[in-house]
């Protein structure tokens, strides 16, 4: 998620994707690769069996669907929670969808809300699942590929994943940012070589789960082409005050 914070607390076992999953996917994989045509890349390094984090760039709304319908095994994926608290029919079909695609409703945020995400995800990794994430922690509005959160470090040291990065390309052509449609476009899905980022150290040094992410990224970097930021991406300004003052005065934080 968006936070470098490592949880202590030991997760209890998740719920693995069930019926709406299978069946989801079932319908959707194919009809979204007749429609959208993917190219896709490196299929046959995403290991058959055991827990596997897929570490992906992050451009549109849409890389969400693109990932599990695209991947050769049952991903999982973190959403908010507000996906499946809904009431009545529209409730019902947002609950639907999102458990089709594989995603876990977590509370998003910094803190407390922020460790609970990273033990949803460790809960996922520790039923020997994929789990895939963003440890850019938020899309990147401007195409650039923005340093990573070192969240995605902790999970696969703590877990002993490997990581698969994952370099989408196009994808916020599907669904520009703004829009509520969905375009057809030419996409590519490019899943890069398993990472053991062991090597590294432990998940209690703060030095190893850096120097991991940033192999990460390179890897990401590599497969996607984007321009480097060079700095994390921030959530946009929430208040119209912040969005004013962010416009006249824009920073990044380093």
Known sequence: MTSDAEPDAEPTPTKRPGFVYFLGYGIMAPVARLVFRPTITGRENIPKTGP?????NHLAFVDSLVIPLTAPRRVQFLAKNTYFTGTGLKGWVSRTFFTSIG??????????AAQDALDAGRRILESDSAFAIYPEGTRSLDGRLYKGRTGVAWLALTTGAVV???GLIGTQEIQPTGSKGIRVRKITVNFGTPIDVSVHGSAESGKARRLATDQIMAAIHELSKQELAGVYNE?????????L???VFPRERR
């Open 235 to 243: 959530a946009p300004p929430s208040g119209t005050l912040h969005k």
């Open 52 to 56: 596997v984090i897929l570490a992906s």
């Open 164 to 166: 698969v990065p994952v």
């Open 103 to 112: 995603a876990v409703g977590v509370e998003r945020g910094a803190g407390q």
């Open 245 to 247: 003052a962010d416009r």
